[in-house]
């Protein structure tokens, strides 16, 4: 055996990587990829933003299914000199193919070096390099979230939408079993009409987002600021919105942005609705006064359903907080007849409508089965998950529809889309204080 096999073969186990859900993705076997046109073609992928993200979930991903589907990093792009050194070095240290190291986008779409792009940058950027790599042909796997303004998201979506490019946003819960498994149930009309929803993304992280060494070490001639500010005012160098982004608006929306895309996600797949029909927020930062702009703690109310029958529809409160941990994360979609409960993957009859508050009103008791989401193992949710199955099954998907381009991703560009709308929906209103809706017509946000 080589050595490379060998040292990747262990860095994939240190990784700790998963293929369990996998078959979700396209369910392709290796030996169908000889009849589908270009299966044998090296498909070379560049590396946008060599983010821990990238690093400790995108490229493991990638990496579990490359030699069985004949993909290979080829290059990255970062601003920032010391990601792209780390980059090659990280390479090296597992005796992977040495990559080269491209100072911007520009560069990197000149070379004419790559097929396909992996997106982990800043959030405000993530729409703006999709549109930049499909322009430059390129396939796109992209982070959520998809975009933190209109302008962004809408200039992203149809820049992808024409392209006929492939895309793939990084909201992974479309490649789980149990969300999948979950979606089938509320879809075959068992679960009754949801009628509530209950989310939470609960940490206590002094720390989450915050870079104290690297903001006290990097210098301002070592990247490039004004490529990081892309369309956001110009202002002076900031290492803080460099590299604690997250915690400052414009460059991030933070618990929205970065938790809530993902839950709110799971409303619009399971409910097939595209987005609210109106949003009320409100937070602030109470805990940790460090600076930053964006909340420690937040909730918002909104309310679902069709737009042309206001008799109709659901509430979702979504809540976080970032200085106590206790719920942790929570999806709970209720029906009349009982809970979907997508911490322990359990549905169930819970405050479901009992025989005795029935029989009062002459009608028949409603209640669920005691039932498994397809006996689907609890799935982490926490944000530093690393490689779990899901973020390997939903790479595993894009991958499979890079090669057969007639399948569609488990989240194409929309998704990214929708829940961004979702997303600056709550922006909007936690900023403003009002009351928030969306006029579908001309795809903008309206302040009541």
Known sequence: MKKTDTTRRKFLKNAALGTAG???????????????????????????????????????????????????????????????????????????????????????????????????TADFQHALHAKEAVEAGCDVYCEKPFGESMEDIKAGLDACESSGKVVQIGSQRRSGANYHAASDFIKSGKFGDITMVEMTWNVNQPGRWRRPDLVANIRKEDTDWDRFLMNRPK????????????????????????????????????????????????????????????????????????DDDLSKGFQVVYSSRMHNSAGGVKEIYFSNAGTLNLDNNTISPEGGLTERHASAMGMEPNLLPEMNLADAAKVETSANTGVDNMTSAHMRNWMECVRDRNVKTNAPVRVGYNHSVANIMTTTALHTGKRVTFDDKSQMIVQS
């Open 235 to 306: 202002e002076a160098w900031d290492p803080r919105k460099y590299l604690e982004y997250r915690l400052f608006w414009p460059y991030s929306s933070g618990i929205p942005g970065q938790w809530m895309s993902h839950q709110i996600d799971t409303v619009h797949w399971f409910s097939g609705l595209d987005h609210p029909r109106s949003v009320s927020a409100n937070g602030g930062v109470y805990m940790w006064n460090d600076g930053r702009k964006n909340a420690d703690t937040m909730t918002a109310v909104f309310e679902y359903g069709p």
């Open 22 to 120: 996998a078959g979700l993705a396209t369910a392709f076997s290796a030996k169908s990829y000889a009849n589908i046109i270009g299966a044998n073609d090296r498909v070379n992928v560049g590396i946008v933003g060599f983010s821990n993200r990238a690093k400790g979930s995108l490229i493991p991903a990638f990496l579990n299914h490359s030699n069985e589907l004949n993909f290979r990093f080829v290059g990255v792009s970062d601003i920032w000199n010391r990601r792209r050194d780390e980059c090659q070095a990280f390479f090296s240290e597992y005796d992977l193919e040495k990559i080269k190291a491209y100072r911007n986008n520009e560069e990197l779409y000149d070379s004419k070096t790559v097929d396909a792009v992996i997106i982990s």
